[in-house]
């Protein structure tokens, strides 16, 4: 599975109807959609796909026609975020009509061109699923711990400074244990987050 961490857009004419597709991660997808309408007030549709990670780790889909008959755009949209295995992110074809009619098929052929070439623009990075844990380890060794985690892509959420350094760290699981493994560490306990 892929995702994205920012947004990409391209624009396709057919028989002079635009679509201006837009590939944005799942978390700008409301705002993103409010700001679009309000950029393009004459555009005629506005067609919406999402894929994205509940917090059971199922993947929900959505998709919608916005008035284009129904199967020609939504689905298809969805279909290309599927077939890329994108999650966490969201399309929006703004759609302005050119006065001539593109049938079922055209449609299709259209929004899915639309997405694709925008797809193809984007840089995808590979999902893998975070997790939290816990470290505690002496006050001498937070340098230490702070540049491990910076080159190990280790986010650090909390920092608890008591008797000893207590840190809530997020990040791939190979990447904690990478961390855990190193032998300079070993002062480190570490516990799953709750």
Known sequence: MNFIKEEFATTLEVKQSKFIA???????????LVVLKKEHPKARHFVVAYRYLNEYEQ???YSSDDGEPSGTSGKPSLMVLQGQGLINAAV???RYF????????????????ALNAVVASAELFEYKKEVMIEVVFDYGAVRLV?????????????KIFDLQVQYVLKAPKEN???LCLLSSLNSISHIPHR
């Not at 702070?146 to 909390?158: G, S």
């Open 146 to 158: 702070e540049y491990e985690c910076e080159k190990l892509a280790i986010n650090i959420v909390e």
């Open 92 to 94: 929006i074809v703004v």
């Open 59 to 61: 993947i929900v889909e």
């Open 22 to 32: 837009h590939l944005i991660p799942f978390s700008q997808y409301q705002s993103k």
């Open 98 to 113: 050119g006065g001539t009619k593109l049938g079922t098929g055209g449609l299709v052929r259209a929004y899915s061109d």
């Open 176 to 178: 904690l244990d990478k």
